[in-house]
């Protein structure tokens, strides 16, 4: 299963490994992101994958944040360089912001079908909502519908546990 991630979901998981306890999140809608987020970590199994925009994008964040995202990315996420049509994706770049303004949202859609991703895990309603008709073979879904969708049964075991040393090892509250 290809799935790649945008910066706001990388954002959320890397909430969700950093002492969280989604009891104490009063933001109910992220929460459920934010929990969707290591849910897909451990049960999907496999590393999420992070395309060059995205990649461009963090770089953008203030040092002390770049820092803890890039510690994030590279125990945590594919980073593997793609090979991508520069041509191609600027071309379905320009096509997707007639339906869309935000050309970084419409860069990662084209950079994910180009990439021959199936699901672009991401929580922006807007970019969803103007470009999953528009999308080839990539469905754009949010973290938590996804993890939904694999309808995973109460007591089914994950792919993946945190090491011993990590914090959420004790924690039950990322378990299905």
């Known amino acids: 299963m290809n799935i790649c991630i945008d910066s706001n979901t990388i954002t959320y998981l890397f909430q969700a490994i950093d002492n969280y306890n989604p009891r104490n999140d009063n ?9 969707a987020m ?6 999907v199994g496999g590393k999420l994958r992070i395309l060059p925009s995205v990649r461009q994008e963090i770089n953008r964040i ?22 991508l049509n520069s041509q191609q994706i600027l071309i379905r770049k320009t096509h997707l912001l ?17 990439s021959k991703m199936g699901f672009i895990l991401s929580h922006d309603k807007k970019f969803k909502n103007r470009l999953n008709q528009k999308a080839n073979g990539v469905t754009i879904i949010s973290p938590s519908d996804f993890i939904y969708s694999l309808n ?3 007591g089914a075991l994950p ?4 090491d011993s040393s990590n914090p959420l090892y004790k924690e039950t509250w990322w378990k299905i």
């Open 27 to 35: 933001d109910t809608n992220l929460r459920n992101e934010r929990v």
């Open 38 to 43: 290591i849910r897909i970590r451990f049960y």
């Open 62 to 83: 203030p040092d002390i944040d770049k820092w803890l995202h890039h510690l994030i990315i590279a125990n945590w996420l594919d980073t593997r360089q793609c090979n």
């Open 98 to 114: 007639q339906f869309h303004h935000k050309d970084l949202d419409c860069q990662i859609l084209a950079e994910a079908e180009n």
């Open 152 to 154: 995973f049964q109460p």
């Open 159 to 162: 792919k993946l546990r945190p």
